[in-house]
């Protein structure tokens, strides 16, 4: 299957500070990836559909002021948690669909805890 | 009514049994459904993926699909000790195909095969 990354898969941060998560697809091109997150013993929840050119969808509920979300290139997306507070603490995971299908692979996902 | 719902687990089957998971949806305009594998700490990894209604067949894994009932369903046959995860249900409710469409996960069923 395809190969997606994350960077980091780990990290601890103190509240109030913003940290930026990137997605990487490695050998194909993304023009839409995906961010969900998961709590424990939880399922995944989609935040929103990151499009390469355009500006990031929402989901309903989903704060786009403190999820940013950058699709620099057709490889690349960035989501970045500004001004973290402890209930941001969750396991974020990336999906890209492979070019003309609608199956997505997953990234290895980053587990934030802020403190 | 939740989007995607999944048989409460957790599901224990001895080795060499099969294990019936059980999944619906809500839309029924929903196109594509796939299966995803779970372990803990970890992100989901594609199992299956099917579209029409009948059964899919991939080594030890069966998907059906009745879009009628709205159901989905996975049957793991011959069940080893490493099929022990969570198993989650995910319906994708753009048109096949379309890389815009959208997963929604069920809250998954967790596995555990015992030797």
């Known amino acids: 299957g395809a190969v997606v990354s994350q960077h980091p898969s780990r990290v601890i941060c103190k509240s109030g500070t913003s940290v930026k998560i990137e997605c990487r697809s490695l050998d194909f091109q993304a023009t839409t990836m995906f961010w969900y997150r998961q709590f424990p013993k939880q399922s995944l929840m989609l935040m929103a559909t990151?499009?390469?050119?355009?500006?990031?969808?929402?989901e309903q509920g989903v704060e786009k002021d403190k999820f940013l979300i950058n699709h620099a290139s057709l490889t690349l997306s960035t989501l970045t948690v500004t001004s973290a507070h402890p209930e941001d603490s969750s396991f974020y995971i990336c999906?890209?669909?492979?070019?003309?299908?609608?199956?997505?692979?997953f990234g290895p996902g980053t587990r934030l805890t802020v403190l | 009514q939740k989007e995607v719902e999944q048989n409460s687990g957790p599901l224990s089957v001895p080795e060499g049994a099969i294990a019936s998971l059980n999944c619906t949806y809500s839309?029924?305009?929903?196109?594509?459904f796939f299966w995803y594998r779970q372990y803990s700490g970890k992100s989901p990894e594609l199992i299956m993926s099917i579209y029409s209604n009948g059964d899919k067949e991939d080594g030890r894994f069966t998907a059906q699909l009745n879009k009628a009932s709205q159901y989905v369903s996975l049957l793991i046959r011959d069940s080893q000790p490493s099929d022990s995860a969570t198993y989650l249900c995910a319906v994708n409710k753009g048109n096949r195909g379309s890389t815009l469409g959208r997963l929604y996960f069920g809250r998954g069923t967790q596995l555990t095969v015992w030797p």
């Open positions: 990151s499009n390469e050119g355009s500006k990031a969808t929402y």
């Open positions: 839309d029924r305009g929903s196109q594509s």
């Open positions: 999906s890209a669909p492979t070019p003309n299908t609608d199956t997505q692979y």
